[in-house]
């Protein structure tokens, strides 16, 4: 559909037209009318679907030529994180064509220029909530002019521990407003933030929960956690990998592996929370125009970072909720180019994967490089056996699960070295086994009730990876 038909004005028309933007995106052909008609909004929209401009061209729409006066802002849009303020205000600028002014006021940078932008007037506010809080109680902002309100990546900002921030700021804005909500899931919090502060929002979703692009492709090399920053050298050299942006799970891990890879001559850069806003900035604008080949990071920039030809992204540690696994591959595969999303796996981290591997409903790719081989192998994820549901839960059916995969391995091994048992194990191996003949992964015995009881399920073949015993 092409914007024409969504109610825009002229000029922001004409606006996408130079830009060379002329059909919607999903998220922007359903949000997009019904923010015109002055509905509250709650919208399920994923990292590069389009969802800031489907807010932002109707914000743009409603506040028209209108101007705002000092310290009262027309529009407010909550952000997470500083990385994603940044982006936000970078493409209303570009829709707006300077129709618009706008401020960001994030934390890790000086007040002053902030209060003396608030005291010249803006019509929008890119804020992160202890910012905007902040200034807010210095009397520097007042909210009774205010008509709209988005709160972007709002799932995120639950998860950063705002709630208490968002709750002081939904008592001080106007009871009269209209409210846009953009989340990448619809969790139970969402949902419930949502009854509390949306007035009858129409709902838009417009891709599957916790879905990845089709565009990117996943695999993972198995190692032992030791030799992780070993191997991922030793992948950028070989592999020849430039705008690789790879996540660690703490600060102190990023610091250390930014060292490691700076002393085997790879330029990278290191960005996370403790970082100044100057710093982040600086490496971020260096992996953007080439200048570095690695950009390192924790969860801070899992959402908010756009970057141009991003070929891949590496978990260097898993992250430790499922769904971040989906945030962070978002990086790369966007507007229908290919990505790769690589994780570097040790035995510690099945837990994380088989959840990972679970959310997204298969197996990721196994792989091995030469000499950096893992002393335990990883199990393949079995998607029936963690469905399914057992009648058996008790200790003595567990007991009984536990002793009959033994006794059928040992019949099993027996099998090959004497040609006549072969056949009277058939049956016993297929009922343990699967259709395929290979073992099932499960991390716990589920006190299914033995073959002669029940008769087994069958369960899709599913293929073995190269490395494994």
């Known amino acids: 559909m092409s914007f024409a038909k969504l109610g825009l004005s002229d000029n922001l028309l004409a606006t996408l037209e130079a830009q060379n933007f002329t059909t919607a995106t999903p998220v922007q052909q359903q949000a997009i009318?019904?923010?015109?008609?002055?509905?509250?909004?709650?919208a399920a929209a994923q990292t590069g679907t389009g969802k800031t401009a489907a807010f932002a061209l109707p914000i743009l729409h409603i506040i028209g030529n209108r101007q705002a006066e000092a310290h009262r802002p027309l529009a407010l849009i909550l952000v997470p994180t500083r990385e994603l303020a940044s982006q936000v205000a970078a493409n209303i600028e570009q829709l707006s064509n300077n129709s618009a002014r706008s401020i960001i006021l994030i934390g890790g940078v000086s007040r002053e220029p902030q209060l003396e932008a608030l005291q010249d007037g803006a019509e929008i506010l890119i804020a992160t909530p202890g910012r905007l809080l902040d200034l807010y109680l210095q009397d520097a902002i007042r909210f009774d002019h205010l008509e709209l309100l988005v709160l972007d990546e709002a799932d995120r900002m639950l998860d950063l521990g705002f709630s208490p921030e968002i709750t002081r700021i939904f008592e001080a804005l106007p009871a009269r407003r209209q409210t846009l909500l953009f989340s990448a899931t619809f969790s139970d919090s969402i949902r419930q933030l949502a009854r509390q502060r949306?007035?009858?929002?129409?709902?838009?979703?417009?891709?599957p929960a916790n879905s990845a692009a089709k565009t990117v492709k996943h695999w993972l090399y198995s190692t032992d956690k030791k030799r992780k920053a070993e191997l991922l050298t030793e992948l950028i050299l070989t592999e020849?990998?430039?705008?690789?942006?790879?996540?660690?799970?703490t600060k102190k891990g990023a610091d250390a592996l930014g060292r490691t890879l700076a002393d085997a001559g790879i330029n990278c850069a290191v960005i996370h929370s403790d970082r100044n806003q100057q710093a982040r900035d600086k490496a971020l604008n260096s992996f953007q125009a080439g200048r570095v080949w690695v950009l390192i990071a924790t969860d801070v920039a899992s959402r908010g970072l756009d970057i141009d030809q991003l070929k891949q992204v590496v978990n260097f540690d898993l992250p430790v909720q499922a769904e971040d696994y989906i945030h962070r591959i978002g990086r790369t595969g966007?507007?229908?180019?290919?990505?790769?999303a690589i994780s570097l796996v040790s035995a510690d981290e099945f837990p994380q994967l088989q959840a990972i591997e679970q959310l997204?409903?298969?197996?990721?790719?196994?792989?091995?490089?030469?000499?950096?081989e893992a002393d335990h192998r990883l199990p393949l994820f079995s998607k029936p056996a963690v469905q399914k549901k057992t009648k058996d839960k008790s200790p003595a059916g567990k007991q009984h699960k536990t002793s009959h995969q033994k006794q059928s391995a040992a019949k099993n091994k027996s099998?090959?070295?004497h040609g006549?048992?072969?056949?009277?194990?058939?049956?016993?191996?297929?009922a343990t086994q699967g259709k395929s003949g290979k073992p099932r992964a499960v991390k716990q015995p589920t006190g299914i009730k033995d073959s002669a009881e029940k008769k087994p399920q069958k369960v899709p073949k599913r293929p073995r990876p190269s490395f494994s015993k």
Not at 360 to 372: D, H, K, Q, S, T
């Open 33 to 42: 009318p019904l923010i015109l008609q002055g509905k509250d909004v709650l």
């Open 198 to 207: 949306l007035n009858n929002p129409a709902e838009v979703s417009v891709s």
């Open 240 to 249: 020849r990998w430039r705008q690789t942006l790879v996540f660690t799970k």
């Open 334 to 340: 966007r507007a229908g180019k290919q990505g790769q």
């Open 360 to 372: 997204l409903g298969n197996n990721i790719e196994r792989r091995e490089v030469a000499g950096f």
């Open 415 to 417: 099998a090959k070295k």
């Open 420 to 430: 006549n048992a072969e056949q009277h194990n058939v049956s016993r191996k297929k």
